[in-house]
């Protein structure tokens, strides 16, 4: 089993930023890839970016290229994501993923652990 305890959340005005981090435990040797997922009220959830975990590639949703940056710090087993540019319509909750497939997987739904979420709420 992996946990995963997400971080960073809050209120922030529209055009500023936010750093989520993910802090992984337990059987993290099994882990290919890692990112986050968000589900906005009303709506379903989707990937956000994601990254993998041995080599640090990286893939984001369309909507969120050139504001969001993920990155991972293997020492400590925990991943950011770096939110700049913050549009109300990425008011959402931010939900840590992991998954033991590679990242391509990752991005398509292939999640097998999940963290709580947090909430980021970017006002107008």
């Known amino acids: 089993q992996v946990q995963l305890v997400e971080s960073g959340g809050g209120l922030v005005q529209a055009g500023g930023s936010l750093r989520l981090s993910c802090a992984a435990s337990?059987?993290?040797?099994?882990?290919?890839?890692m990112g986050w997922y968000r589900q906005a009220p009303g709506k379903e959830r989707e990937f956000v970016a994601g990254?993998?975990?041995?080599?640090?590639?990286?893939s984001y949703a369309d909507v969120v290229k050139g504001r969001f940056t993920i990155t991972r710090a293997n020492a400590i087993n925990t991943v950011y994501l770096q939110m700049n540019s913050l549009e109300p319509e990425d008011t959402a909750v931010y939900y840590c993923?992991?998954?033991?497939?590679?990242?391509?997987?990752?991005?398509?739904?292939?999640?097998?652990?999940w963290g709580k979420g947090t909430l980021v709420t970017v006002s107008s």
């Open positions: 993923a992991a998954g033991r497939g590679d990242s391509a997987t990752f991005s398509l739904g292939g999640t097998d652990y």
């Open positions: 990254i993998s975990w041995r080599r640090g590639t990286t």
């Open positions: 337990g059987s993290i040797f099994s882990i290919k890839a």
